[in-house]
């Protein structure tokens, strides 16, 4: 084995640093294309299942589209999923959702969800913080039934409306309580 020289270490080192810059950066990857060929078909499947819900897009500043999160627990819990924020139809950034709880609990399921953000400064200081939890200000909305979606929906005067829809799977209780969103680039 013969001895490195610093010379040799620096060209190495160098050497190395581009080759290992690019790794998982997103740049060239398909992942971007992915997500937002999700969030198209979620969008779809929303907008055709719950019509009012194209009024509620509307009037909205812009809106995040988890097209998938997989939850699942047993005592100690926890869910993952990736989607999109929408401004004006365009998606700017995209974001993955992370979850984690503790508790009587057992079970696993997947859902999609919307984020509405139906004032300027909500959809403002979701993207201007380093990791957005849903909190008080956030109206949910996870009915079944058209009716009382459609109901919910006009009516609502939060700052961010939630759409938890396509629930399937055995695991009792939806919903984005301590659900932490991070942008990131897919």
């Not at 100690?76 to 999923?81: A, D, E, H, I, L």
């Not at 984690?100 to 300027?120: C, D, K």
């Not at 409306?161 to 919903?175: E, K, N």
Request: net charge positive; glycine share 14%; charged share 15%.
């Amino acid at each position: 084995m013969t001895p490195m020289t610093r010379r040799g270490f620096a060209l190495s080192m160098i050497a190395s640093a581009g080759a290992l810059s690019a790794c998982g950066n997103g740049i060239g990857s398909s992942g971007a294309a992915k997500i937002d060929a999700r969030v198209d078909t979620t969008l779809n499947y929303l907008h055709n299942t719950y019509p009012a819900t194209r009024e509620l897009a509307g009037k909205s500043q812009g809106m995040l589209v988890m097209p998938l999160v997989t939850e699942a627990g047993f005592g100690f819990g926890g869910g993952y999923g990736r989607g999109a924020l929408r401004v004006n139809g365009v998606s700017v950034d995209y974001y993955s959702a992370t979850k984690g709880s503790f508790g009587l609990q057992i079970g696993a399921q997947q859902h999609a969800h919307v984020l509405f953000f139906m004032t300027e400064d909500a959809l403002s200081k979701f993207r201007h913080s380093p990791g957005w939890a849903a909190g008080a200000d956030v109206e949910y909305v996870f009915n079944d039934l058209a009716e009382n979606l459609r109901a919910e929906t006009t009516t609502s005067t939060a700052p961010v409306v939630a759409v938890i829809f396509g629930q399937a799977g055995l695991h009792i209780g939806a919903t984005l309580k301590g659900v932490k969103y991070t942008r990131i680039i897919p």
